[in-house]
């Protein structure tokens, strides 16, 4: 919990936590390394991109307290992997059922983009959560730096050699020789959600896709 491999990120979470919006006054902030979360003998998993300043760096858990998440736990609801269609903190009741949710990089980056060094100096800890997560089917991939992380851990892992013949794109499926299948979506975020580049059915046919591949009804 208190990595500062990326002197960058340490000093923007850090700063996010002292300075705080105006709506979160009376908040403590998290302002550290977001651990991932979920279910362990999930089949499904998130690959998302990075906490983001007020939601997951406020919060202490990924995807809880910010746009994104208002627009993904909703779908995760209804699609039987959630408890509850709104995550609001750590202690409300939220429990993810054959679902584990994880990003590439653990802390806030400036403008939701991690560098590239950043996102190497992570890629231990991933590696490390994939591998307990033993019984995961597919991945979900939510944008192309969490399609290419985990392309980018098959790599380390020499399951492929090279990611080439994968191209992101949403609803892109490729079956990968370790027997996980790889599910491209957009990211939920608000630039893609308020435009309507990404829709409620979209992202929900992702899942009720993810359900099928994993073995459910």
Same mark, same amino acid.
């Given at each position: 919990?208190?990595?500062?491999?990326?002197?960058?990120?340490?000093?923007?979470?850090?700063?996010?936590?002292?300075?705080?919006?105006?709506?979160?006054?009376?908040w403590e902030y998290w302002a550290k390394p977001v651990p991932g979360f979920g279910d362990s003998n999930a089949r499904?998993?998130?690959?998302?991109?990075?906490?983001?300043?007020?939601g997951s760096n406020r919060t202490g858990r990924p995807f809880t307290g910010d746009g994104s998440g208002y627009f993904m736990y909703p779908v995760l609801y209804e699609t039987g992997?959630? #408890?509850?269609?709104?995550?609001?903190?750590?202690?409300?009741?939220? $429990? /993810? +059922?054959?679902?584990?949710?994880?990003a590439p990089v653990r802390c806030a980056p400036p403008a939701n983009k991690p560098m590239p060094e950043e996102i190497a100096n992570c890629a231990h800890f991933l590696d490390a959560e994939i591998a307990v997560l033993k019984q995961i089917r597919v991945v979900v991939a939510l944008g192309k730096i969490g399609f290419d992380a985990y392309l980018n851990h098959l790599r380390r892992a020499g399951t492929i050699t090279s990611r080439a013949p994968y191209t992101f794109g949403h609803a892109a499926e490729y079956d990968?020789?370790?027997?996980?299948?790889?599910?491209? #979506?957009?990211?939920p975020?608000?630039?893609?959600?308020?435009?309507? $580049? /990404? +829709?409620?059915?979209?992202f929900k046919k992702i899942f009720e896709r993810a359900r099928r591949l994993a073995g459910g009804s």
């Open positions: 919990m208190t990595c500062t491999l990326c002197p960058r990120l340490v000093v923007y979470r850090e700063e996010i936590g002292r300075v705080r919006r105006r709506a979160y006054m009376d499904v998993l998130i690959m998302g991109l990075a906490p983001g300043a007020h992997f959630a #408890s509850q269609p709104l995550a609001t903190d750590r202690n409300d009741g939220m $429990k /993810l +059922t054959d679902l584990y949710i994880t990968m020789q370790n027997g996980v299948t790889l599910l491209g #979506s957009y990211h975020s608000l630039q893609n959600t308020n435009t309507g $580049k /990404l +829709t409620k059915q979209m």
